[in-house]
T-cell receptor, first 117, second 113 residues
């Protein structure tokens, strides 16, 4: 079973509008971390935002916020005021506790976001 | 700050050839990882290491080998290259303290013909 599910292969948004990218996860750990990464067409992977399972507030980083709904096991990324430079692949990832003393991040399949002018 | 450095960025191999992808990080991170990225499949973990001298298999280790003789270096060896190993490879590292966000290399695009 997939641990990270991103159900939207592709999303389109108008410039300056907000967009939500969905992510659901599956874990039985109490302690875990959720991450979003951006991969522009140039190919590099860029860390955007982190949410810990014990964090009560939703994480925010500039125009990025993470809508964390623990009971639903969802960790959606919200991008406000979209810009053309936001066009990229976005990956949700999870780190489950410390298995054998390590972090082993698992990634979803990604969502391609295209921002229209 | 160099961060995570991967070489080479591009390589074409013939079936049956071998090669090593190099990965070096200068952040003194304990944890290092090798992922491969295939279209529409996200990133799959090949091998990881929690420190010098310690390595373990990830989800897709077949056809690959790694070593970790120093904290800084985590090379990935491809033995007897096969077309199924055509992919983009990412090396990443993270600290054992903090949330565990990954710092990635720029990626290596490997084609096996």
């Amino acid at each position: 079973a997939q641990k990270i599910t991103q159900t939207q292969p592709g999303m389109f948004v108008q410039e300056k509008e907000a967009v939500t990218l969905d992510c659901t996860y599956d874990t039985s750990d109490q302690s875990y971390g959720l991450f979003w990464y951006k991969q522009p067409s140039s190919g590099e992977m860029i860390f955007l935002i982190y949410q810990g399972s014990y964090d009560e507030q939703n994480a925010t980083e500039g125009r990025y916020s993470l809508n964390f709904q623990k009971a639903r096991k969802s960790a959606n990324l919200v991008i406000s005021a979209s810009q053309l430079g936001d066009s990229a692949m976005y990956f949700c990832a999870m780190r489950e506790g410390r298995t054998g003393g390590s972090y082993i991040p698992t990634f979803g399949r990604g969502t391609s976001l295209i921002v229209h002018p | 700050n160099a961060g995570v450095t991967q070489t080479p960025k591009f390589r074409i191999l013939k079936i049956g050839q071998s090669m090593t992808l190099q990965c070096t990080q200068d952040m003194n991170h304990n944890y290092m990882y090798w992922y491969r990225q295939d279209p529409g499949m996200g990133l799959k973990l090949i091998y990881y290491s929690v420190g010098a001298g310690i390595t373990d298999k990830g989800e897709v280790p077949n056809g690959y080998n790694v070593s970790r003789s120093t904290t800084e270096d985590f090379p990935l060896r491809l033995e007897l290259a096969a077309p199924s190993q055509t992919s983009v490879y990412f090396c990443a590292s993270t600290s054992h303290v903090g949330p565990g966000e990954l710092f990635f290399g720029e990626g290596s695009r490997l084609t096996v013909l």
